[in-house]
């Protein structure tokens, strides 16, 4: 089978179930495993390069309001790679090139191929999506012990015993997005308490004074498609805010960025690496509260 993955999730998902050989194509944002970086590349972003959240938000909206694409899919390749399987997504169009070019541009494909849309709302679903990986690339037992080997991590995540941390996780800054989708799930397996969250559902965006209202104990920033410089730049540009100055959480020095790109922002097996590092920051927390 020749697969062309256009989601850095499923690529991920497709190398950890020994499907990776079968990779021909995939996206300019496919980083992990390393193996993914000498795949030809069938996409680019279509906007200007930006750094601040507010300018990439804005850049986002007016994309978006004016029905344009926020990236390119270089069909000419994908024709001459001649895919049997293109695995893409319909969950966030702000994420990866949108379903709808993909299906217009594989009617115009000679090989005719498939196309598999993943839709995970949960770490139960995104469990799921490698199992039904497996089954369509034909490596169901690789598919079922990646699995079974993530689901025995869950279950032996180290929880504290103290009462757990009502956590904030911000999917974005500026403005501040709440966290969606499968993130509140994984901060209560760590052994949080999710704060203004939209579990199994799109982020939502906050206001300020709801932040401050709800004033949790810990902060996680995590900005969807951000590595770890990048977060950490973000949060400087926030210590100019009063709001979250003031936030007990930041005061208290329970703020943690995180690589959301790398861990939080793609529905795959590294959604369980996430959930250790929190539980483990927990802990770390705790002790030295204590």
Same mark, same amino acid.
């Given at each position: 089978m020749r697969i062309v993955s256009l989601l850095p999730s499923a690529t991920e998902i497709l190398f950890g179930?020994?499907?990776?050989?079968?990779?021909?194509? %995939?996206?300019?944002?496919?980083? !992990? /495993?390393?193996?993914?970086?000498?795949?030809?590349?069938?996409?680019?972003?279509s906007g200007p390069e930006l $750094?601040?959240?507010?300018?990439? $938000?804005?850049? +986002?909206?007016?994309?978006?309001?004016?029905g344009s694409s926020?990236?390119?899919? #270089? =069909?000419?390749?994908?024709?001459?790679?001649?895919?049997?399987l293109i695995v893409t997504q319909e969950l966030c169009a702000v994420c990866a090139v949108s379903y709808d070019i993909v299906a217009t541009a594989a009617k115009q494909l000679r090989s005719d191929p498939r196309i598999l849309s993943l839709e995970p709302a949960s770490l139960h679903d995104v469990f799921a999506t490698i199992e039904f990986l497996g089954a369509i690339t034909k490596h169901e037992q690789q598919a079922r012990e990646l699995v079974q080997s993530l689901q +025995?991590?869950?279950?032996? %995540? %180290?929880? %504290?015993?103290?009462?757990?941390?009502?956590?904030?996780?911000?999917? @974005?800054?500026?403005? /501040?997005?709440?966290?969606?989708? @499968?993130?509140?799930?994984l901060i209560e397996i760590a052994g949080g308490t999710p704060v203004l969250a939209s579990p199994s559902a799109n982020s939502q965006r906050l206001e300020w004074d709801q932040i401050a209202a709800a004033d949790p104990d810990a902060v996680i920033v995590a900005p969807c498609g951000f590595d770890l410089p990048k977060t950490q730049r973000a949060i400087r540009e926030l210590d100019g805010?009063?709001? @979250?100055?003031?936030?007990? *959480? #930041?005061? $208290?020095?329970?703020?943690l960025a995180m690589d959301g790109n790398a !861990?939080?922002?793609?529905?795959?097996?590294?959604? +369980? $690496?996430? =959930?250790?590092?929190?539980?483990?920051? !927990? =802990? =770390? +927390?705790?002790? !030295? *509260?204590?």
């Open positions: 179930i020994g499907a990776g050989s079968e990779v021909v194509g %995939v996206t300019h944002e496919c980083d !992990y /495993p390393s193996e993914a970086l000498a795949l030809p590349k069938l996409t680019s972003a $750094d601040s959240p507010r300018e990439i $938000d804005r850049h +986002v909206r007016s994309s978006l309001h004016a926020l990236y390119h899919l #270089n =069909t000419e390749l994908l024709d001459a790679l001649q895919p049997d +025995v991590r869950v279950r032996n %995540v %180290v929880r %504290v015993e103290a009462r757990p941390m009502r956590t904030l996780v911000l999917e @974005w800054t500026d403005p /501040p997005m709440s966290a969606g989708h @499968w993130i509140p799930e805010l009063d709001a @979250w100055r003031s936030l007990r *959480a #930041n005061r $208290d020095g329970h703020v !861990y939080l922002s793609r529905p795959g097996p590294r959604l +369980v $690496d996430a =959930t250790e590092i929190i539980a483990q920051w !927990y =802990t =770390t +927390v705790a002790e !030295y *509260a204590g």
